[in-house]
Every structure is written in structure tokens, then in C-alpha cells.
């Protein structure tokens, strides 16, 4: 589970790899996907509680980059 109302780059989104939310972000903007995210920083790849919440910041983020570019 991950702590809530919380945007800060420093946010723990996967409890089991202890990836934040800015390495989330900072793996997105090099081109990463949910999976390779998983391979490169462990998120998802523990008991995979995480896997709805980092989908939905990656489609946030999708969204976003849409939007400005
Ligand atoms: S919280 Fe991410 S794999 Fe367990």
C-alpha cells in the first residue's frame, strides 16, 4: 500500500523495492514502461500491491506529457 495524499518526488510508491515516486517519474521521462520500470528499479516485482497505483501515476504522466507536447 502506498501513503496517500502525497505528491512529493519522494514518496514511496512500492513498499517492496522502496522506489519513489520521482524515480517513477525520472524512469518515465527516460522512456521506461511499467515492466522495464520493474526491471530497473524492482517496483511491482514484490507482492505487486503497487502495480494499480504506479499504472494509474504512469497514465497521469502519459497524460501530461500528451497534453504538452
Ligand atoms: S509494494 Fe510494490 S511490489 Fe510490493
Partial sequence: MTKT???HADEIMCECS????????ILFEQGMDIDAISRWAGAVSGCGGCEWDIVDYLNTLTERKNKIT
Wanted: proline share 0%; glycine share 18%; hydrophobic share 10%.
Fill in 5 to 7: 495524499n502525497s505528491n
Fill in 18 to 25: 522502496g522506489t519513489t515516486r520521482g524515480k517513477i517519474q
